[in-house]
């Protein structure tokens, strides 16, 4: 039979595991603007390899999450 979990993931028009990327890259971002984690404890905390992470965040948001970061850091600055 099909669980809950398979029907909403073919809801969003996306497999198991392109579900879980996407997650892990918005927790990814999450933790990037609104903590001073360390990018390399950020990747362990979404249970990403290193290299795969950068890949992929720079995939999705078209930087590393290092300039990521410091985009959003030169935002603020122009804020306060």
Known sequence: GFSEKTIVLNDINQTPLEYVMEYRLNTAKQLLDDTKMSITDIIITVAFHQMHILVR?????????????NRN?????VLN
């Open 73 to 77: 850091i030169d935002k603020q600055d």
């Open 57 to 69: 965040f720079r995939e999705k948001y078209g930087m590393t999450p290092l300039q990521y970061r």
